[in-house]
């Protein structure tokens, strides 16, 4: 085939090309001298800052917006399929894609991505959609669209394990050419082949998938970091040269214009020589600053970012989205006992996840695993190696009671001491208990104690297990707004349901030997899943004993057996065990 022939086929298969594109919102330019181009089978990642213009770039490739400079060929009759940012999306929206004439299609798309029953959604039902929902119903509308190009904007933001698999698979398939917008690095290593940076108005180009294009960025950094070193030092050496030149020319004018003595002055042939060598001292500077001028702006290097900001925009802006933890296939077993079978999960930074399943479920073994108390039986459970990891048990008596609350802390330094009071004092903890020993303190005290222990030392990911099972309603709502302010990932197990409504709006939910991802809160879930099966109900039916349950525990743990509700409060914890049997059966 001959360079004429391949650059027909070249063009051929080109369908966007982007050339010289200018955007600008008044004086502020957001992108300039933009040039791309995607040919059919591409799939491309952009990245950048926030505020860099990847949606503004999105906007313009889909003709919502104009170029103010430049142009963009789309090959003729080019379809463009737009997955915006679920946030984007109104309930309008919604009702126009259930009623598109390709419904049948976005109906087997929606069954692909967990979605049930869509056909019989109402319009109370569009009202309360999570974001998973908009994104999945969202996603199946323009995949029915038939699209030659997709433009994906953020589309992992709240689409679960199940979802993205499915994505993967159907890019991997996909014939058109694909532009993914996304911080999320494990999507993005398995399906793009190259990275668009959007940094400074400007665009570059990288081969690759995400780590690749990291890895590269790293080398180039490097690379532009010891060059302009280099231009430094070379700078700094011609100007040495240009500023001894430039004294020893000063030196030579002062010697030219001296009066001296009679018969100095007679020796005018003196005076002559040190104008004429001051003449050409002045001459060699000027050319010295000339050449030195002229080849720094030929081969002029920018002073590179410093590496922390770069690190900052993967590690900062897309911190929230980052996987701390991700399960592939996992399985648990104890002898013939098959307690977790093949289960698809994960969980990012600052994400806040409810644990619910029946007793015996295996709940309190995932938990052991994710310490690494327990081993993996099958499959695979990866783990942030940064990661740090605080686990608050049921038991709170593993505290030395001896032993006042700032020594059982083990806090010295005056910062850390304030600190320390602060939060108790948040939690409902005056400045006295401080002074006690712990043998003395409730177990609900000492369970605030145990969560300031963990709060102190600033690890990034909480395992609460029944948090709130010592805890009077007062302390409960005080450990609410205390670990809504925590902005590391939390992860809890509670039969607390408002506790767990409150705070979480992501479950793993234990069902039929496997766990799974659900992206909504526990009311949206049990609302869900109420008429599909009785089931469900008797979960339901033994959360709130449960919950009732660990109320009358926590009133009997702060009083003794002398009181006159100790023995009532005794018959109605029996009266609560004995239902909760017949329900486990």
């Keep these: ?225 010891h060059q302009y070193e280099v231009q430094q030092r070379y700078k700094a050496k011609i100007e040495g040269q240009m500023e001894n030149l430039k004294n020893w020319s000063d030196k030579a004018h002062r010697e030219s214009t001296k009066q001296g003595s009679p018969s100095e002055r007679k020796q005018m042939g003196f005076k002559e020589y040190n104008r004429v060598k001051a003449k050409k001292m002045d001459i060699q500077v000027r050319s010295k600053m000339k050449r030195l001028t002229a080849e720094l702006e030929k081969n002029k290097i920018e002073k590179p970012q410093e590496e922390a900001k770069i690190l900052f925009q993967f590690d900062s802006s897309g911190k929230r989205g980052r996987r701390v933890l991700e399960a592939k296939d996992l399985e648990k077993t104890f002898g013939q006992l098959s307690l977790i079978k093949k289960s698809h999960f994960y969980i990012k930074h600052g994400e806040r996840i409810g644990m619910i399943g029946k007793n015996g479920a295996g709940k309190s073994t995932l938990i052991r695993m994710i310490q690494g108390m327990e081993d993996v039986t099958g499959g695979e459970l990866w783990k942030s190696e940064t990661m740090k990891i605080a686990y608050l048990s049921q038991d709170v008596n593993d505290l030395k009671e001896d032993a006042t609350v700032l020594r059982a802390l083990d806090l010295h330094e005056r910062e850390q001491i304030l600190r320390a009071r602060t939060i108790f004092a948040n939690m409902g903890l005056p400045e006295e208990k401080l002074q006690q ?64 409504n409150k705070l979480c709006d992501k479950l793993l939910v234990f069902e039929d030997g496997t766990v799974r991802r659900v992206e909504m809160k526990l009311d949206d879930y049990f609302s869900r899943s109420k008429s599909e099966s009785n089931e469900t109900d008797i979960e339901k039916e033994l959360l709130k004993i449960d919950h009732q349950l660990t109320a009358v525990l926590s009133k009997l743990s702060v009083i003794s057996r002398d009181d006159p509700s100790f023995e009532l409060l005794d018959e109605e914890y029996s009266r609560l065990l004995k239902a909760k049997k017949k329900l486990t059966g």
């Design 1 to 225: 085939m001959g360079k004429n022939e391949r650059l027909k086929q070249r063009s051929a298969n080109t369908i966007l090309n982007v050339k010289d594109v200018k955007k600008q919102y008044g004086d502020k330019v957001i992108l300039e001298n933009i040039q791309f181009e995607l040919k059919q089978g591409d799939c491309a990642g952009l990245v950048g800052y926030n505020g860099a213009g990847k949606t503004t770039l999105a906007n313009l490739i889909f003709g919502k917006l104009l170029p103010d400079e430049g142009s963009i060929y789309r090959k003729k009759d080019l379809k463009v399929g737009y997955l915006m940012q679920s946030v984007d999306y109104t309930v309008h929206d919604f009702k126009g894609v259930l009623e598109d004439q390709s419904f049948e299609a976005i109906f087997e798309t929606t069954k692909k991505l967990g979605l049930e029953k869509v056909q019989n959604w109402e319009d109370d039902r569009l009202h309360h959609l999570s974001g998973g929902e908009k994104l999945k119903l969202a996603l199946a509308h323009v995949w029915a669209s038939n699209p030659d190009l997709l433009i994906l904007d953020e589309p992992t933001n709240h689409l679960d394990y199940q979802g993205i698999e499915w994505l993967v698979d159907q890019l991997r398939t996909f014939s058109g050419a694909v532009l993914i917008i996304s911080h999320d690095r494990y999507f993005l290593d398995r399906t793009v082949s190259y990275i668009f940076e959007l940094e400074n108005k400007k665009m570059v180009e990288y081969k690759g998938n995400y780590t690749a294009y990291r890895i590269e960025k790293k080398r180039l950094l490097e690379e532009q970091k």
């Design 437 to 500: 020993t712990i043998g003395s303190l409730s177990l609900g005290e000492r369970t605030r104690v145990k969560l300031v222990s963990m709060i102190l030392k600033e690890y990034d990911v909480l395992i609460l297990d029944e948090p709130t099972n010592h805890l009077d309603l007062p302390s409960r709502e005080q450990l609410e707004e205390t670990l809504d302010e925590f902005e590391g990932t939390i992860i809890i197990v509670s039969h607390d349901q408002y506790f767990i």
